[in-house]
């Protein structure tokens, strides 16, 4: 009776090591295949150009032109909408060195009519914002400065309380 229950307990013991290596081999195979999967798919990433805003050497690297030019400190989000919806690739950097900082615009497009069409744009937005800079016409904060002291300077009303007795 006892070598028969050995037997049945050795025989349980193997049945389930070999059930067990066979889950680890199912899942080593299953991690190798998504392993040699995410390898395509990086692959693929990095052949497909980066589109809009990137580094200066992600933008150098593409092979083709590319073109610079300084641009303000107000002007870079003005240049980022413009250059975005004209699909030309550039990449921004900031000269610290100078005071104040330079911003230099690296710019590239397959076709030259987009990359005149923005700087046209841009060129148009800034003489606007200079134009409407140079008017005589205060900020609004120094409005607001002026108002809070003449209100500061009004004399105040002194409320008097009086207590009436009740009856």
Not at 71 to 89: E, L, Q
Not at 118 to 124: H, R
Not at 138 to 148: A, R
Not at 153 to 167: C, D, V, Y
């Given at each position: ?53 990137q ?45 104040p ?51 500061a ?15």
């Open positions: 009776m006892e070598e028969e229950v050995s037997k049945k307990t050795v025989n349980l013991a193997w049945q389930t090591t070999k059930l067990s290596v066979r889950g680890i081999y199912k899942y080593v195979k299953a991690y190798l295949e998504q392993l040699e999967k995410d390898k395509v798919k990086r692959k693929a990433a990095k052949n497909t150009p980066i589109k809009g805003k580094t200066v050497k992600q933008l150098v690297g593409q092979g083709q032109g590319v073109s610079s030019m300084e641009i303000g400190d107000s002007g870079i989000r003005d240049f980022k909408r413009i250059a975005n919806k004209y699909g030309v690739d550039f990449a921004i950097t900031k000269d610290k060195t100078v005071d900082p330079k911003y230099t615009v690296f710019f590239k497009a397959k076709d030259a009519d987009a990359i005149t069409s923005v700087l046209k744009e841009y060129a148009a937005k800034q003489t606007k914002r200079k134009k409407s800079m140079e008017k005589d016409r205060p900020s609004i904060l120094q409005k607001l400065k002026k108002f809070k002291e003449l209100v300077n009004l004399p105040h009303k002194a409320k008097e309380k009086i207590k009436e007795p009740e009856r």
